[in-house]
T-cell receptor, first 116, second 112 residues
Framework: NAGVTQTPKFQVLKTGQSMTLQCAQDMNHEYMSWYRQDPGMGLRLIHYSVGAGITDQGEVPNGYNVSRSTTEDFPLRLLSAAPSQTSVYFC???????????????FGPGTRLTVL | AQTVTQSQPEMSVQEAETVTLSCTYDTSESDYYLFWYKQPPSRQMILVIRQEAYKQQNATENRFSVNFQKAAKSFSLKISDSQLGDAAMYFCALTYGQNFVFGPGTRLSVLP
């Protein structure tokens, strides 16, 4: 049981480049989410999904796209990277909190992204 | 809007002593959960303790306990018998339904 995995761990991009951050979980969790962590601001929700084929925006969705074709995977796409997207990105998963009442989130190890 | 505030950006404690980290929140929801997460230098987010808002009894996990004051919207974390391994960033989080809101964090140093 690997839990939540993220790749890559580190990435450097140039402004305007695109890339996909990968996230996978093997706990059969319905709920998956992406956060960014910036100094002094905690974690802010980018996008989330409550199941395959269903995604929704969080607090800071601009500049990011997501899709959820399977229960296991929830990739985050940056279409045209900007220096303001330099951050640490975390993927998380949990059981669907609206059906189970248990919404403890399990986090991946994070991806440190630098945009030059 | 739901908000979480941690008014102490940094705290320090002597090894074996007790320290309390503060957290206040604001929500109009009646059914919610509160969490404390620990983030050591490894960057991994680790759940420390959880409190259901409908429970009056304060949660306890070994050396970690909370003081949950629902009317005051306060959720502080007490760490007893502090250990060097407790040094980390600590985040308070509020969750209701599918929404998670994190505070800005408190960096805890443990002095030998």
């Amino acid at each position: 049981n690997a839990g939540v995995t993220q790749t890559p761990k580190f990435q450097v991009l140039k402004t305007g480049q695109s890339m996909t951050l990968q996230c996978a979980q093997d706990m059969n969790h319905e709920y998956m989410s992406w956060y960014r962590q910036d100094p002094g601001m905690g974690l802010r929700l980018i996008h989330y999904s409550v199941g395959a084929g269903i995604t929704d925006q969080g607090e800071v969705p601009n500049g990011y796209n997501v899709s959820r074709s399977t229960t296991e995977d929830f990739p985050l796409r940056l279409l045209s990277a900007a220096p303001s997207q330099t951050s640490v990105y975390f993927c998380a998963s949990s059981y669907n909190p609206t059906t189970t009442g248990n919404n403890e989130q399990f986090f991946g190890p994070g991806t440190r992204l630098t945009v030059l | 809007a739901q908000t979480v505030t941690q008014s102490q950006p940094e705290m320090s404690v002597q090894e074996a002593e007790t320290v309390t980290l503060s957290c206040t929140y604001d929500t109009s929801e009646s059914d919610y959960y509160l969490f404390w997460y620990k983030q050591p230098p490894s960057r991994q987010m680790i759940l420390v303790i959880r409190q259901e808002a409908y429970k009056q009894q304060n949660a306890t996990e070994n050396r970690f306990s909370v003081n949950f004051q629902k009317a005051a919207k306060s959720f502080s974390l007490k760490i007893s018998d502090s250990q060097l391994g407790d040094a980390a960033m600590y985040f308070c989080a509020l969750t209701y339904g599918q929404n998670f809101v994190f505070g800005p964090g408190t960096r805890l140093s443990v002095l030998p």
